[in-house]
C-alpha cells in the first residue's frame, strides 16, 4: 500500500516536470530567446484587440485566431461571390486570408522609422552595393557586366539618385493615399483630401475633371513600370513640375532621357521599399509604405475596400483587369486594425468614424518588441534604437535630413535615434536595418 502510494507520488512529480519541461520548452526557444509573461500576454491581448476591431470594422470580415498567438484568418462571409480569377491558374479568388500578425506589427513599425527612397549613401554602403543592387535597379536593357563599370551604371542613377534622404520619418502630420478605384466616385470627398498636409496619388490618376471626388492636392506619385515609361504624360497630370514623382521599379533609358531632354521638371526618386511577401505588393500598397514613413498619420482613399467590390474597376476609365481585390480588401482591414491607417470610402465615409477597438500604441508597442523576439529579429527586445542596425556606414555629405523648421515629431525622432538614418532591407525582413550614422561617429 506504502509503495503504491510513492508510485504515485513519483508518477504525479514526474508529471509535473513533464509540464514544467513543456512549459519552459515553449516560452524559452531553442537558442535562448525567452518570452516573458508580459509578451505573452502582449501577443494575446493584440489577437483579441484585432478580432474585435475586426468584427466592428471590417464590414462583414471576421477575424480567427490560428494556430498560435501570431496566425490569423480574415474571412470574408460565406455568401461572397468572389469574381476575380487567377489568370494563371484560372482559380477564382479564395474567401480566408491567413497573415502573421507578428510579422506585420515588427516590420510595418519599422517601416515607420525607415527611408523609403534610395539614395547614393544607401548602395555605398550597402555591401556589394554598386557591383549588385544598383545593378538590380537599372533596367538591363543594355549589356552592364553587373556594374562592373561603376561610372556608368552612377551615370545611369545619377538623375534620381539623391546623396542623402530628401525626407525624413514624421515630416508630415496627416496625409492620404488615394487609390484609384472607381468607387472613389460615389462619395465627393474632394475637399476632405484636399486638407491634408501631403497627399499621394498613383501612376495615372489625373486630378482634372474629378476634383470634387479626388482633390486637387497632389504632394508625390507612386509610378509602376508602365507609368514609369510614360514619365511625360504623368507629368503632365498635375502643375508642371510640382509632384514628386517615385518609381518603384528601375530606371531606364527611355526614363533618363526623358527626364533630360524634355525636361522633366518633377523631382524624380526611386522607392526602396521593406518585404512584405506574396500578401502585399502593388502600387497601392507601396503608396501606403511610402506615407507610413514620411507621416504621423495615414489615411486611404479609393480602394476597393467596401463589400460589392469583386473587381478593379478605375474612376477614370474602364474597369481594368487588376489584381486581387479581396486579398487585397482584407490586408488593408489588418492594416487598418494594427493602427495603421483609417480607411475611408463610400461605406464608411463619415470623417469623424473612430475605429473601434483600434490596439492602442502601448500595446502595440509590447506586441512589436515580444514578436521580435519570436521572430529573433536583430536586436530584438533592446531599448538601443540602434541595435537593429546589422549594416552600419557613414553618412554622405549632401541634404541635411531634418531641415530647419521641421515638425517639432520629427526633430524628436532624429534626437531619439541619434541622428541616424535607417534603411530597409529589401528582400530581407528579419535581419535587420542599414544605418548611416553622421560622420563623426562610428
Ligand atoms: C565605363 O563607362 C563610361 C561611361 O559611359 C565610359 O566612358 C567608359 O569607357 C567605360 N569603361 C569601360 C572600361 O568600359
Ligand atoms: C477634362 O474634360 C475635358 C472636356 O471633356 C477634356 O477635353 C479633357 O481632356 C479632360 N481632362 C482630363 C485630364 O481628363
Ligand atoms: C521608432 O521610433 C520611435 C521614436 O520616434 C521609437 O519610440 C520606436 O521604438 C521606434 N520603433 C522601432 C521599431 O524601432
Redesign the pocket.
Known sequence: MRLLRLAFVVALASGLAAILIYITGVSDLDDGIRLSSEDLDALKSLQSHFQKCVSANGLGLQAVSGSDNCEVSLKFPSDTVPKWKDPKTGEVEGLSYDFNLCEAVATWEQVRNSTTILTREFIDVLPNGWEEYAWRRINKGVLLNNCE?R??CM?KLSLVLPNRPPYTPRQFGRCAVIGNSGDLLKTKFGKEIDSYDAVVRENGAPVDNYTEYVGTKSTFRLLNRGSAKALDKVAELYDKGKEVLIIKTTIHDIINKMIREIPILNPVYLMLGASFGSAAKGTGLKALEFALSICDNVDMYGFTVDPGYKEWTRYFSESRQGHTPLQGRAYYQMMECLGLIKIHSPMRSDPNRIVKWVPSYSLITAARIASEKLLRRVGAGSSDPLAACSIIGKQVRGNFAVKQGSRKAAIEHQKYLKGTTMYPLEHNPGHGLLCTVPSGQT
Do not use: C, D
Request: aromatic share 0%; proline share 0%; net charge negative.
Open positions: 563599370n561610372t556608368l551615370e
